[in-house]
């Protein structure tokens, strides 16, 4: 009774309310990170350094009017922040975030569950997240939002086919779809696999940014072309959730990258004996270690870069990512066979 | 007993949502509810065993198949309603009635096989546990010769859909 | 207890509204989406024998049922976006150029 319901219901729980609390402070540290890049000091009111910015930003977003435009679409207009909110939620049931630890007496691990095809899960998830921009942008019967939507959608389509190619050449080196399994595999190997698959790791990387819609591909919140993008006709918590599922995505692909590539929850060099005092830091701290780096690196990386054209999206997506993922799939096939 | 309330949970909300899809006055419901029942599908799939299938239903049919149909509809945005005009030919009740007499014969054979069900085969074993391991061993192996034939057709579609779409090529 | 009958039941069902879809509609996208629940229903039937054997064949034939509907969907909209652009309708009961 308690293995079956009271501590998973209680992991999905903490996990939920971890994230949620972490998507607000993500938009706390993206504000003071390109504050810093941009020499400003960033938010500095509410708190210490700005530190219950998160807590204003709530408050204003929930107690803000709600408005629905008049000729759209409502049953559709309400469904759309749904729809891109709950898969961006619900992938974190199979992400890895430690090994097995003990709490009271009582081996925990530390994920929701173990499925045997946790990463066709998550890819399949997020591909069902495409439908909240769309509708949204068809609900709103505004131009801009519809333009965007339309935009953004290609996009996630586009990159998705080569994040997934990609991925399969992980597969490939793991052996097994399960998520706790491919972290298993880089402990057997006693290297991460962004060595032994640096052109996958850079591939999803990018494809990464463009499925969160991230600079510099964030075309579909264009400001300066889209006013804001599919979300325009949006406000109040509506808004908010379309902002919360952006910040989720973030943090789903910063943890599935480091599960992939980084070893998940397993310090550097695993599994070797020299470096076995790496152990001493608990599994999870490893992994939001590493996970912090990747969400800094995103809006190190948003500071950094301009945005690009829309074509030159599309051509760096068809005619330069699923071309290397193919050639990748099938050298990483070759060795594969060839020292097995 | 959990698995009974499982099944018609699920089966309800496929049917619901089916019918809905048929019923539903602007086709962007429609594409959204046939969204749902395929989740449902999925679920289904997942309730009897076949997770990899479970999951591939939501990647290729909902995020994939059905991601299309959306965009169809979004670019086919019609001034006058889609059905305004009826061919004075058509008969739609002779198209119920045909659906009806179909549902009987199908129903007819099910329950012809509830009263005899037919015995039990033994399973073939396959050299690999798991359930995606399993599809992907009879795919890669006996079916290898059908699996290429379907990836051939899927790029024959690719260009066709390619060819039939562009303005001028 | 759910026996293969069930499951029988249900694709037959499901294939009926398929088909009322398919016969009822005039919106030659609505009759896709009618023809996709109908291959939905075929596949619920081969799975759930797939599980009543044992056998993962079954399975194997759905994935090449959702590949030949994915083929399918690709070609059938873009002979609808074909269409449109030159009727401006995607009404069935006007398309009938081929009719005398």
Redesign the interface.
Known sequence: MVDTFVIPLLKIVIVLNATLVGVTYMVLLERKVIAWAQSRLGPMRVGPYGILQPVADAVKLMIKEDITPVRADKWLFTAAPIISMVPALIVYAVIPFGSEVSLFGRQVTLYITDINVGLLYVVSVASVGVYGIILAGYASNSKYPLLASLRASAQLISYEVAVTLTLVSVVVMAGSLSMVQIVNAQYNSHVWFVFAQPVAFVLVLIGGLAETNRAPFDLPEAEQELTGGFHTEYSGMRFALFFLAEYANMIVVSSVVTTLFLGGWLPPFPNVAAFGFLYYVPSWAWFLLKSFVFLYLFIWIRATLPRYRYDQLMNLGWKVLIPIAIANLVVTGIVRVLLL | MG??IA?YII?GF??IF??L??T?K???????F??I???F?AA??AS??????A??????????????????????N??RP??????PH?R?T???A???A??LE??V???Y??VK?AP??A??A?PVT???E??GW??YT??LI??EI??M??L???I??????K?EL | MITPTHYMLLSAALFTIGVVGVMVRRNIIIIFMSIELILNAVNINLVAFSNQLQNAVGQVFAIFIIAVAAAEAAVGLGIILAFFRNKETVNIDEMNLMRW
Do not use: C, W
Request: proline content about 3%.
């Open positions: 698995e009974a099944f089966a496929i049917l089916a019918v899809v048929v539903a602007e086709a962007v419901h429609s594409v959204v046939l969204v029942d395929f989740l599908v289904l799939y009897l065993g076949a997770e990899f299938l999951i591939i239903q939501i990647l290729v049919y909902a995020g994939g198949i059905v991601v299309l149909y959306l965009f169809v509809v979004m670019l086919v019609l001034k889609p059905e305004a005009y009826a061919d058509r739609t002779l198209g119920f045909l659906s009806a179909m549902l199908i129903g054979i099910a329950s096989g509830y069900p039990a085969l399973a073939v396959a798991g359930n995606t399993e599809v009879l795919l006996s079916y059908p699996f379907a990836s057709l899927l024959v579609a690719m066709g859909a390619i060819v039939l779409a303005r």
